[in-house]
């Protein structure tokens, strides 16, 4: 178990940056999950920590030590990989043991580490079996067993879930996310899956193109995002954004989008006005934070409602409101009441508006 | 369509498959007969073989009446056949083991391994493989003489410990392997070498099959090399030791075809065994040529 | 150094140290020996330049060599490539059922060695063989094969053709088998009959197996040495004596290393040159 820190890091291929300038602090025992999507660099950074990359600039430090320069085996970190990576001519036990095995532990030894790993994940049956007739769940016990079995100081999963079907995935996030308490080794995590990262991690560290978008607890990255891509790409139905601009109007700093205005809640107005580079705004609003009404209320705006998504326990309505698409989640009470082309009324939670810069995208408030 | 239309179509189906029926048995008459045809001249080998030196113009029996093994104890007398198989297996084990083993690592450094000049030196690598035997005979004969190999089991298997066939044939069979084996065998403390003794080495079955067969055929019934690399008779491998006693029992078919049908035995024998494999091998190269 | 490079090393340098001494550089070696008149054995060698090479360009063995190599070669290529196409499309047409069974069968001559099928052969060939009586038993006078200059090499042809049937069948038969169906099927309902259908069909796509049978078959037969060796030793009157017995004969019993060389130089230029003309004709044959 150790505390794990990266300092700007920078890898490229050929003439993308894959990772640029990432700067990364990970406390020990902790469960930090890389999050992003598709080709944003977070497998990157996981296989630089592990040894299979190198970094073209930046450091890594594990515990105390700069591991820049040492192979993987001398890391002391296990890998669990996305498909998996058992070796498909040697039996489970076989499949446990051979870290141990490559590791020089004496034969007896390794037995007693690999029923022990084996117990702890419930497949002390499946030792003698091939990983060809594993189910995927089990398949995916054994590859965390061949990571535990060498009791490292950091656990590496790279999307360890993808392959398995919804269900088990749901289940298997729990388990791992107790075993991880259970041994308290320190863990790094990359998924794409923003609900998997809100499960799990005790820490996100957001990635997108290379870059680290934020680093913070799920509810500080789903709370207080840092910048657009974040308030964006975490929670789904996705933050409604809407580009605006600041006005002034009757003496009050404002809102103006699309023909409506919003009058900014006097505890912000002094904020945005201090650090308001321009006067190009992006409001952002998530849609639970969205109430529709049928009828005009005061400090609601009208709108149209152009689709309406089942999703089974609720739904989720699309309303355009000036010239933007709000998506809106519609409550229960009003159900089926609410139908296409409907006119209706959205009123903003006032404490949950989040205000970015439209240039760079970056939280104001 | 009334009741007679129908029974009308469906007669003509019927007439339609037979014919199918007659004419595949038609071609497959015609295929096994060429097939005879094409297997005679080992069929007249055999019965030539078990019949006595004087019935040995007449034509045979579709079987024979009586099995005259002596023959081949006459053969395996009168020309130390026993030896040339002997010398011929050494030889053999000597170079497919050799193939197998070399080709497979080589094979594997050029799938896995990045090194400077690594593409370079495979096309170099594949371009040996145009090039003819006979601009290459005699300087290697007078290396392995210059080496004092000449009349040893060495200086008949060591041109041939490596093929640039089969490091292809591995490299192509390597190069179809997920990384994410490497990646997990090197967190396991792998080194590179370890990597393709525990990890690829287990799995190349099918290509060890493939380049074995390739490999056996070749090294048994190589006759060029083993001509000029052996004076002393002792050394003969079994092609040379037939080519011998064909010239000197040349008029002896019985005896001849006794010594040639032990010769040819273990090549059918191992092809028969491991067919499925050259068979696929050559399809593959057909359709990717 | 990275580990991958010194791993590397390991893994290739046998390799490297085998094709380098006895593949690549021989090839510069027969070079040097062919300007030079060593018998093999003495402890001097002279250098005499080019002249081996006018010697063979001058002399009617060599031509004769080459004349007939070149019979050998085009004889056993066109009849086992058409042999073979023929064949593949033959068992084909059966359903592919005993298909498995009809390839061992035509394979089996494959595997034997040429030494093994050049001694049946010889027997076979020989006035009182086999050929000779059931040519008799028909009322046809047949020729003493292996002893007449006109019909030794059709007799080696025979048997170098044979040899290779079943290896031109199989790689033709998976050429056939990976024709979609539904080329065929849309054809038949464009109205072509079994004869189009082979013409417009399967000979296009066939193309690229034709040509890979074809150059592989001239530049394997060209290389004969066993069968020439144990059928006919060369003869009679140099019918037989190909490029390969001719210098096997120069080298190892006539001691003319350095003259050998230089006709080993000239089988590979010949080789060079067919297998240059192969990667044209690919090139077309893809296009097409």
Same mark, same amino acid.
């Given at each position: 178990m150790a505390k794990l820190v990266i300092k700007n890091l920078v890898k490229r291929f050929g003439k993308t940056t894959a990772v640029s300038n990432l700067n990364l602090n990970i406390k020990e025992g902790e469960?930090?999950?890389?999050?992003?999507?598709?080709?944003?660099?977070?497998?990157?950074?996981?296989?630089?920590?592990?040894? #299979?990359?190198t970094p073209d600039e930046g450091e890594i430090w594990i515990g105390d030590t700069l591991v820049n320069d040492m192979s993987p085996k001398d890391r002391d970190v296990a890998m669990v990989f996305q498909t998996y990576a058992l070796y498909p001519h040697m039996t489970?036990?076989?499949?446990?043991?051979?870290? #141990?095995?490559?590791?020089?532990?004496?034969?007896?030894?390794?037995?007693?580490?690999v029923k022990k790993v084996a117990q702890m994940l419930g497949i002390g049956e499946l030792l003698d079996r091939k990983p060809t007739q594993l189910s995927g769940g089990q398949q995916q016990r054994v590859a965390l067993g061949a990571a535990m079995v060498r009791e490292p100081k950091v656990f590496l999963m790279d999307e360890p879930l993808s392959n398995i079907d919804a269900k088990l995935r749901v289940h298997m996030r729990a388990e791992i996310k107790k075993l991880q308490k259970d041994l308290g080794v320190t863990t790094i995590y990359v998924t794409h899956d923003q609900i998997e990262a809100m499960t799990m991690a005790d820490r996100v560290a957001l990635i997108i193109e290379g870059t680290l978008q934020q680093h913070g607890s799920p509810s500080d990255i789903y709370n207080h995002p840092a910048n657009t891509f974040v308030g964006t790409f975490v929670g789904s139905p996705p933050m409604n954004l809407i580009e605006c601009?600041?006005?002034?109007?009757?003496?009050?700093?404002? #809102?103006?989008?699309?023909?409506?205005?919003?009058k900014l809640n006097k505890n912000i107005v002094g904020i945005t006005e201090k650090k308001a580079g321009g006067s190009e705004l992006v409001l952002g609003i998530r849609p639970e934070d969205l109430t529709l009404h049928l009828n005009q209320v005061e400090g609601s705006y009208e709108g149209k409602v152009s689709i309406i998504e089942s999703l089974g326990r609720e739904s989720v309505a699309y309303v355009g409101v000036g010239a933007d698409i709000l998506k809106i989640f519609v409550p229960k009470t009003l159900g089926f009441s609410v139908k296409v082309g409907d006119k209706v009324w959205v009123s903003f939670d006032e404490d949950k508006v989040h205000i970015f810069d439209k240039k760079f995208g970056k939280i104001l408030i | 369509m009334n009741e007679r239309d129908i029974s009308q179509a469906t007669v003509r189906n019927l007439i339609k498959r037979i014919a199918g029926i007659v004419r595949r048995t038609w071609v497959h008459i015609f295929l096994l007969t060429l097939g005879f045809v094409v297997l005679m001249p080992f069929l007249w080998m055999i019965t030539t073989s078990l019949k006595p030196l004087e019935l040995m113009r007449v034509p045979p029996h579709l079987i024979p009446t009586h099995f005259y093994w002596q023959n081949y104890a006459i053969a395996l007398e009168s020309a130390p056949f026993g030896r040339y198989y002997l010398n011929t297996i050494i030889v053999t084990i000597g170079i497919v083991v050799g193939q197998l083993f070399l080709s497979s690592l080589a094979g594997y450094a050029f799938a896995r391994l990045r090194f400077p000049g690594r593409n370079i030196l495979f096309l170099v690598l594949l371009s040996t493989l145009m090039i003819p035997i006979y601009i290459t005979l005699i300087p290697s004969y007078l290396i392995i003489r210059g080496f004092g190999l000449v009349n040893t089991y060495l200086g008949l298997i060591l041109p041939f410990l490596v093929s640039a066939f089969g490091i292809f044939l591995f490299r192509q069979y390597y190069i179809g392997f997920p990384k994410d084996l490497e990646d997990k065998a090197l967190m396991d403390g792998c080194s590179r070498l370890q990597i393709w003794r525990h990890i690829f080495l287990p799995l190349s079955k099918p290509a060890f099959a493939t380049l074995g067969i390739f490999a056996f055929l070749f090294a048994w019934n190589s006759f060029l090399w083993p001509l000029i690399v052996t004076t002393d008779p002792d050394m003969w491998t079994i092609q040379i030791g037939l080519a011998m006693f064909s010239g000197r029992y040349g008029t002896q078919w019985t005896y001849l075809m006794a010594g040639t049908t032990i010769s040819i035995i273990p090549a059918i024998a191992i092809f028969?065994?491991?067919?499925?494999?050259y068979i696929k091998h050559l399809a593959l190269s057909a359709r990717l040529g | 150094m990275k580990d991958e490079t010194k791993a590397a090393i390991i893994c290739i340098a046998p390799a490297i140290a085998i094709i380098g001494t006895f593949t690549l550089f021989p090839i510069f070696y027969s070079f040097g020996l062919s300007t030079t008149d060593w018998d093999g054995l003495s402890?001097?060698?002279? +250098?005499?330049?080019?002249?081996?090479?006018?010697?063979l360009i001058s002399s009617g063995a060599f031509w004769n060599s080459i004349k007939v190599t070149l019979y050998y070669t085009v004889g056993v290529s066109i009849i086992s490539v058409i042999a073979g196409l023929a064949l593949a499309s033959l068992i084909n047409r059966t359903g592919g059922r005993l298909a498995s069974f009809y390839r061992v069968i035509y394979f089996i001559p494959v595997v034997t060695s040429f030494v093994a099928a050049g001694v049946v052969w010889k027997s076979l060939f020989s006035p009182a063989g086999f050929l000779s009586?059931? +040519?008799?038993?028909?009322?046809?006078?047949?020729?003493?094969?292996l002893a007449d200059p006109i019909w030794a090499m059709p007799a080696l042809i025979i048997v170098g053709a044979w040899m290779r049937l079943g290896f031109n069948t199989v790689i033709s038969l998976a050429g056939l088998q990976s024709i979609p169906r539904g080329y065929y099927e849309k054809a038949k309902i464009d109205g072509a009959g079994a004869l189009n259908r082979f013409r417009f069909v399967t000979i296009p796509l066939m193309k690229p197996i034709i040509l890979l049978l074809l150059i592989m078959s001239l530049v394997d037969? +060209?290389?004969?040495?066993?069968?020439? +060796?144990?059928?006919?030793?060369?003869g009679p009157l140099g019918a037989t004596n190909v490029a390969g017995?001719?210098?096997?004969?120069?080298?190892?019993?006539?001691?003319?290393?350095?003259f050998a060389s230089a006709i080993g130089v000239m089988i590979f230029a010949i080789v060079l040159i067919i297998t240059l003309v192969q990667m044209r004709l690919f090139k077309f044959g893809r296009r097409a």
């Open positions: 469960l930090v999950v890389l999050l992003g999507p598709s080709g944003c660099g977070k497998t990157t950074t996981l296989r630089c920590i592990a040894g #299979l990359e489970i036990y076989d499949n446990l043991a051979f870290p #141990l095995k490559m590791g020089k532990v004496p034969r007896r030894e390794i037995d007693v580490k601009s600041l006005i002034e109007m009757n003496g009050l700093l404002s #809102l103006e989008f699309g023909g409506f205005v919003y | 028969i065994i491991l067919q499925k494999y | 402890p001097t060698i002279n +250098f005499v330049g080019l002249s081996n090479y006018s010697k009586d059931t +040519f008799r038993s028909i009322g046809l006078s047949p020729p003493n094969w037969a +060209f290389l004969i040495f066993d069968l020439a +060796f144990v059928m006919t030793g060369g017995l001719l210098l096997y004969k120069n080298a190892f019993h006539y001691y003319k290393m350095g």
